[in-house]
């Protein structure tokens, strides 16, 4: 069955520090990758998104992340994080042919001061 | 501007009460889709339209019912037969066919009592 798998409900770091955000997906074929990030009781926001070509992404806000093939693995990371990173963080796959996404259950990430 | 709306914010309304949630936007995308978000269980997808006149159910429809006869807008009533109809819904949109990025609305809190 095809799956998303964020390990870490909460996730806990203190201005400054690096943060490493886990997904991984279980797919038929390489599907399309995304995060996104949601503040309290907003919508979401795209943050980056692999299609094709190379492993590492960039993004916004200053967010970056992997792709592992052999680990069926797309990790989010951020090297300082900023108060205002404080958020919930979404990892999906979508199939290229296909409309329908599949979203991890989402990471809340807490920054302390 | 372009993007998505949603109205209202808020939402209450007496348990067997049928409540239908407004979603609008002005991207000129083609596809359109309702996800129900819970806490810890991430984004679930109700319905979602590739084109006008047309929706395709997803993985949680019952008790949910759509219509598309604009492209710009994608309306989800809530019904009565809906268990559990308390929850937090996001509309979004997205171009063309498969797996482009989704564009999310602001999301309405719906409490049913």
């Known amino acids: 069955a095809q799956s998303v798998t964020q390990p870490d409900i909460h996730i806990t770091v203190s201005e400054g520090a690096s943060l490493e955000l886990r997904c991984n997906y279980s797919?038929?074929?390489?599907?399309?990758l995304f995060w996104y990030v949601q503040s309290p009781g907003q919508g979401l926001q795209l943050l980056l998104k692999?299609?094709?070509?190379?492993?590492l992404v960039q993004g916004i806000k200053g967010f970056e992340a992997e792709f592992k093939r052999s680990q069926s693995s797309f990790n989010l990371r951020k090297p300082s994080v900023h108060w205002s990173d404080a958020a919930e963080y979404f990892c999906?796959?979508?199939?290229?042919?296909?409309?329908?996404?599949?979203f991890g259950t989402g990471t809340r990430l807490k920054v302390l001061a | 501007d372009g993007g998505i709306t949603q109205s209202p914010k808020y939402l209450f309304r007496k348990e067997g009460q049928n409540v239908t949630l407004s979603c609008e936007q002005n991207?000129?995308?083609?596809?359109m889709y309702w996800y129900r978000q819970d806490p810890g269980q991430g984004l679930r997808l109700i319905y979602y339209s590739q084109i006008v006149n047309d929706f395709q159910k997803g993985d949680i429809a019952e008790g949910y019912s759509v219509s598309r006869e604009k492209k710009e807008s994608f309306p989800l009533t809530v019904t009565s037969a809906q268990k559990n109809p308390t929850a937090f819904y996001l509309c979004?949109?997205?171009?063309?066919?498969?797996?482009?990025?989704?564009?999310f609305g602001p999301g309405t809190r719906l409490t049913v009592t």
């Open positions: 797919y038929g074929a390489t599907p399309y």
């Open positions: 999906a796959v979508a199939h290229p042919e296909t409309y329908k996404y599949i």
């Open positions: 692999y299609f094709s070509g190379d492993t």
């Open positions: 979004a949109s997205s171009q063309g066919q498969g797996a482009g990025e989704q564009y």
């Open positions: 991207l000129n995308h083609d596809a």
